[in-house]
């Protein structure tokens, strides 16, 4: 167990290389911080966080920088989520309320993160087997011919075409509009089946066909956009920290390409925190390529239930709270966003 003085040293050695990309040493600490000790004070503390793990000497004759695992005690222990600014909350809310749909909201939370992390950011949309049904409408497009569209919970629209077995009359539509609408809205997409399975029973003869017809494509619906998507924004802001990155940067870029890396990522943070922050700090990341990174992430939704993922990916050389907190308001209005959609 350190010290509380060495916790300050910890801290302050993290602030200091964070913000100077320069190996920190004993003198500079008491010279920037008021921590109440002598410089050979500080080195004693320097020698014992270095025996323990918590900071390496990259070079014989230069100062400390944090390891993987003094970040780590640095995100549990030491760093507070940093508040935004009024302006910048302002900012925030009036860049993300201008969406149209929900594309838009994705496209925008993208742009928007890594503009403020000046990370990498990753969003991942709202998955259709964690969402519930908003409204299903029917449009006639010919006697024989409807549309479906879906819209869920999270403002996601799908929209299928439907050829019936044989021309259906508008009040027929009507009828199966208000009966569908009636029993699905409100509910998860995998108790659809069992909620929709007699309703053909309930139509005249010459009708049924036609209502599982529409039956049919509207739980192929609910089940195939199965696929995960998400959308990456600012990878050029690695370029910013090239000598964060042992020998290349190829490896973190090639990891970045990989959807299915980030996607398991994002499914780990969800897994480990729910609706909550989660940090994973260099080799925690169990992807080889992306073992000198750290992945800021946290779960977000219209209600206390995330539905999806969002964060970023940048170097451990990273202001942890600056980023946990831009992660976490961005989040906080999306999910206000897709409430009110």
């Known amino acids: 167990m350190l010290s509380e003085r060495r916790l300050e040293v910890l801290r302050a050695i993290v602030q200091d290389y964070v913000g100077t990309e320069e190996p920190v040493g004993s003198k500079a600490l008491t010279e920037r911080h008021k921590l109440g000790v002598s410089p050979a004070t500080v080195r004693n503390d320097m020698a014992v966080l270095e025996e323990e793990g918590f900071i390496a000497q990259p070079h014989t004759s230069a100062g400390r920088i944090p390891t993987d695992k003094g970040y780590r005690l640095f995100v549990d222990k030491l760093a507070g989520v940093k508040p935004l600014s009024s302006p910048e909350r302002r900012a925030i809310q ?24 000046r990370q990498v950011a990753v969003v991942q949309y709202p998955s259709l087997t964690r969402s519930t049904v908003r ?3 029917l449009l006639s497009l010919a006697p024989a011919r409807l549309m479906l569209v879906l819209i869920t919970d999270t403002g996601r629209v799908e929209q299928r075409m439907i050829d019936c077995p044989a021309p259906f009359a508008e009040s027929s539509l009507a009828d199966l509009r208000a009966r569908l609408n009636s029993r699905v809205v409100g509910r998860r997409f995998a108790d659809v089946p069992q909620l929709v399975q007699d309703l053909p029973d309930s139509f005249e003869a010459e009708d049924r066909g036609t209502v599982s017809t529409v039956l049919s494509t509207l739980l192929e619906t609910l089940v195939e956009e199965t696929e995960e998507r998400l959308v990456i924004g600012g990878t050029a802001n690695l370029t910013r920290f090239g000598h964060d990155f042992p020998l290349t940067i190829r490896p973190v870029l090639e990891a970045l390409e990989e959807h299915v890396v980030l996607l398991k990522l994002l499914g780990e943070a969800k897994e480990a925190g729910g609706m909550g922050m ?28 995330a539905v ?21 308001a961005v989040a906080r209005y999306v999910g206000q966003i897709l409430a009110e959609s």
């Open 135 to 137: 409204h299903v409408e």
């Open 278 to 305: 989660t940090v994973k700090i260099g080799h925690e990341n169990a992807h080889e390529g992306l073992n000198s990174t750290s992945v800021v992430a946290v779960g977000y939704g219209s209600g206390d239930e």
């Open 94 to 117: 009036n860049f993300l309320d201008g969406a149209v749909d929900l594309d838009d909201v994705v496209g925008r939370t993208v742009r928007l993160l890594a503009q403020l992390t």
């Open 308 to 328: 999806a993922k969002l964060g970023v990916v940048g170097p451990t050389r990273m202001d942890y709270p600056g980023t946990m907190g831009a992660v976490r």
